[in-house]
């Protein structure tokens, strides 16, 4: 199983700020790797598959990049509405699997 | 409207079963394979269960393999989750999740239904 481990754990950013995430998994998962934002109360929403592509309707201020084990998820400039949990997904192999979650929070 | 509406949620005692219905509409169901994430009280997205377009093939996390099954009915657009021996681990909301492309392993979730709660407890 590939086990991804996401940093930091909790975010504190102003907005207008830039917030910088991290998946990193345990093997390489060439560019299989998926954002997903999840608001509380809700479901989650896809924001990034395959490493760098945006899902569609997801603003450009969020983007994605990196490769085999170590990934980024960019947002560009904090809006209030960003401030949400993000999870990154493998799906590489079986079994799918997902981060712990990055909690960006207003500072 | 793309839709994805889960039902069958409840409280149920330790050991005991329940099936979770997922109804799909606004898509071509049967090229898309589906899957089902839970989520325990307060903590992160745990991947349980998919399968296939035409439901030959299934896949299961460890967690859960041997006591639930997923199978799906295309004439309906429904996909289940057979949920045996439950556990109070087993305790979370259940989101069913369609894949953003069809007839592949195109395994990222664009769709998810709002889930269906599932307590376990004496």
């Known amino acids: 199983e590939i086990v991804l481990t996401q940093s930091p754990a909790t975010l504190s950013l102003s907005p207008g700020e830039r917030a910088t995430l991290s998946c990193r998994a345990s093997?390489?998962?060439?560019?299989?790797l998926v954002w997903y934002q999840q608001k509380p109360g809700q479901a989650p929403r896809l924001l990034i598959y395959?490493?760098?592509n945006r899902a569609t309707g997801i603003p450009a201020r969020f983007s994605g990049s990196g490769s085999e084990t170590d990934f980024t998820l960019t947002i560009s400039s904090l809006d209030p509405e960003d401030f949400a949990v993000y999870y990154c997904?493998?799906?590489?192999?079986?079994?799918?699997?997902f981060g712990g979650g990055t909690k960006v929070e207003i500072k | 409207e793309v839709r994805l509406l889960e039902s069958g949620g409840g409280l149920v005692q330790p050991g005991g079963s329940l099936r979770l219905s997922c109804a799909a509409s606004?898509?071509?169901?049967?090229?898309?394979?589906m899957s089902w994430v839970r989520q325990a009280p307060g903590k992160g997205l745990e991947w349980i269960s998919a399968?296939?377009?035409?439901?030959?093939?299934?896949y299961y996390a460890d967690s859960v393999k041997g006591r639930f099954t997923i199978s799906r009915d295309n004439s309906k657009n429904t996909v289940f989750l057979q949920l045996n021996s439950l556990r109070a681990g087993d305790t979370a909301i259940y989101y069913c999740?369609?894949?953003?492309?069809?007839?592949?392993?195109?395994?990222?979730?664009?769709?998810w239904g709002r889930g269906t709660v599932v307590t376990v407890s004496s």
């Open positions: 999740a369609k894949p953003g492309r069809p007839n592949g392993d195109y395994w990222y979730f664009d769709l």
């Open positions: 606004g898509f071509t169901f049967n090229i898309y394979g």
């Open positions: 399968i296939s377009g035409s439901g030959d093939r299934t």
């Open positions: 093997q390489s998962v060439n560019r299989y």
């Open positions: 395959d490493a760098s």
């Open positions: 997904q493998h799906r590489s192999s079986w079994p799918l699997t």
